[in-house]
């Protein structure tokens, strides 16, 4: 058994942690299996506990976008760590990261640091009701805003009913002010927005999405989310906290060429720490308190470390914005492998990409939204998975998650993916 203290280590963490993880796509239940458990990892690498090395495609779920344990990222949070570590009182350090997000970012003009995307997003949603001065939110299926119980909502019997609650604790009277449209369904957002007209305070997306798989907007789904937006007085809240400081220095927004009314940061924004923030205009932030009524506080908001390992990471990045170009042109190879690989097995699948976001569905049919990405054999997906594993790549463990590359990653770390795949192809493993 090649992952034989992983196990000993899983069967140990649950007797004392809930499933044995402190986030659910870390069981492995999607794929079966017992999770690996890494002790160290440097670059495109991860450790495990059973001392081997696998390439990482998940980036700590984004946030690695300079590989791991990226040294300048590293020499910040010791050095920072030296002072202390959490004050509860301003800190220069808040000003810097918020200045050169700003500065990196399009249509910000100020931001506020919190501890996780979900409470950016959570916030970003009480900021817009709290502005507009109506209740509904219009979000999209398979798009994950964080566990806050708003977000937690799945469809009703049709696009113009009130959703109700997919998790035990969300309760009905939280489910019936959030709305429920299917990913690039324009038709979808315009019949609610009739059946709920002057409620809607804010529409929310992951402007790429990442929790379905990679799934890329129709362009003309964006704009149109933009203009209906416009015409009816409706906050547009992107969720970049995927996207952000990934896809471009400005985001989604800027590659997009789309202006989003409020933004949401996590991930690369915290360089590997705990951080997420949201931003937008002076009409708009200035109704968060102190300045204004709507209220959002936080101990350990604008932490030394998180700021410290914000801003070497996105200074890097806005330094050297051919990172961007790079690591397009690393998934661009990634892509064109898969497929060859793939299309020679005859077997159904789509491949999504964009930017430095990929994802691999095992279906006959285009994956542009929930449903026809849950129309994938999960089978295949299992098989694929723990044949990956096994050949030393590790992939997201669920097909329902993008691939995040980074920029250690190798045109040599490519190629071993590719002869992984292969191997497992021939093998007759999937």
């Known amino acids: ?28 239940k999607a794929v079966g299996g017992d999770p690996i458990f890494v002790k160290k990892a440097k670059g495109a690498y991860l450790y495990d506990e059973d001392d081997r090395r696998l390439i990482d495609y998940i980036s700590s779920w ?19 760590t030296k002072n202390g570590t959490s004050y509860g009182i301003p800190t220069e350090l808040e000003t810097k990261i918020a200045k050169l997000a700003i500065d990196m970012v399009p249509n910000i003009d100020k931001i506020r640091f919190v501890n996780s995307g979900t409470e950016a997003c959570m916030s970003a949603v009480r900021l817009a009701r709290g ?21 937690l909502i799945q469809a009703g019997s ?74 009816e007085n409706i906050l547009l809240i992107f ?31 915290g360089g590997g720490l705990p951080v997420g923030a949201f931003a937008g205009p002076q009409e ?21 470390l998180a700021m410290s ?3 070497e990471t996105l200074n890097y990045l806005n330094e050297h914005p051919e990172i961007f170009d790079s690591l397009e042109s690393k998934t661009k190879t990634l892509h064109e492998g898969i497929d060859g690989i793939l299309k020679a ?19 006959d049919q285009a994956v542009v939204d929930f449903d026809s990405a849950a129309s994938g054999n999960n089978k295949y997906f299992k098989n694929y998975f723990h044949g990956m594993l096994k050949e030393g790549v590790y992939l997201p463990p669920s097909a329902f998650e993008s691939y995040f590359l980074n920029d250690a990653l190798s045109y040599e770390d490519i190629d071993f993916t590719l002869s992984a795949l292969q191997k497992i192809a021939d093998a007759d493993i999937l």
């Open 131 to 151: 502005y507009s001065g109506k209740d509904k939110i219009i979000k999209f299926a398979g798009c994950y805003h964080g566990h806050s119980d708003a977000f």
């Open 62 to 80: 984004g946030p690695m976008i300079l590989g791991h344990a990226f040294d300048p990222v590293i020499e910040a949070i010791i050095e920072t």
């Open 1 to 28: 058994m090649i992952y034989k203290r992983s196990s000993a280590l899983f069967q140990e963490a649950k007797k004392y942690i809930v499933g044995g993880v402190n986030s659910p796509v870390r069981a492995f």
């Open 239 to 269: 969720d970049e906290v995927m996207t952000g400081f990934r896809l471009a220095k400005g985001g989604a927004q800027e590659t997009l060429g789309v202006k989003a009314d409020l933004v949401c940061f996590g991930k690369v924004i």
């Open 158 to 231: 049709g696009a113009v009913t009130f959703g109700s609650p997919n998790s035990p604790g969300v309760t009905a009277n939280t489910a019936k002010d959030t709305l429920l449209a299917r990913y690039n369904n324009l038709e979808d957002v315009e019949q609610l927005v009739r059946a709920n007209k002057n409620e809607i305070a804010a529409i929310i997306i992951e402007p790429v999405a990442g929790n379905m798989g990679c799934i890329i907007p129709e362009n003309s789904f964006i704009t149109g989310l933009r203009a209906v937006c416009d015409r």
């Open 309 to 311: 390992a914000g801003f």
């Open 284 to 304: 708009i932030m200035s109704h968060l308190a102190p300045e204004g009524p709507v209220y959002q506080a936080g101990t350990l908001s604008g932490n030394p």
């Open 345 to 363: 097995k005859d077997l159904p699948y789509q491949i999504n990409r964009y930017g430095s976001m990929i994802s691999v569905h095992f279906t």
